[in-house]
């Protein structure tokens, strides 16, 4: 049995929780201290069980309780090279943090970690593919400018993802952004609307995929309805049946999501 949920989700902070085989990691650490503390209470789980923390990029939505977590707690970090040489060079791990690089396969007590290069506008982002210790498969996969095959392979065959579903395009437009942030947003480098995230979601739910989580949502220029009906009807188009070939939800941006267990 593995459990996943996210502890939040948004364009202002990322975290989530993995577990499986008597062991728990944290993806992301975009929870300062106090609220990483309350959201792991709320689930019944201590901080000091934790074995480790899996880090995306280094944009401060996904790092900003890194350095406090690490120092607390020791937890070894995992990232790849150049996000490393990101997180030394803002500051964000202690002295001492020990740090792992993510390339190929890697394990983390039982939990193999395969990360796949991701287009975002950052120093070296990745995507993430956990294999848990029961065989079950959760792919994290937010943050990105657009889908490239590299993508859709690296989650095919998944049976839980995270996929990101930033913006609703017309919300975008009709916005307050300035316009060098709309184009940062729809740039190849930057994030995914609703319908490409839908499309995704299609493709995987097409190959084995059954549990969906939308997560990064902007709030500014979404909202968590239109998320979930764009790719449910996308879905559904593509003749798949919710609550019998799918699962669907919206991660909420501060708070945490129930428990999925799988
Ligand atoms: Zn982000
Ligand atoms: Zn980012």
Redesign the pocket.
Known sequence: MSRFCTLCSSSKGNCYYISGGGTSLLVDAGLGPRNLKKALDSLDVALEELAGVVIT?E?T??VKGLCSLVRRFRLPVYASEGTLSALEAMGALPPGAVVIELTGEKELAGIGIRSFSIP???AD?VGLRFCMPDGRTVGIAT?LGHVHGGIRSALTGCDLVLLESNYDPAMLQAGAYPWFLKRRVQGEQGHLSNEAGALLATYLAQRGTTRFVLGHLSQNNNLPDIAYLTAREALQEAGAREGVDFLLSVAPAQAVHPMIVF
Do not use: E, K
């Open positions: 990029h944009h939505d996904h975002h506008d950052a982002p943050d």
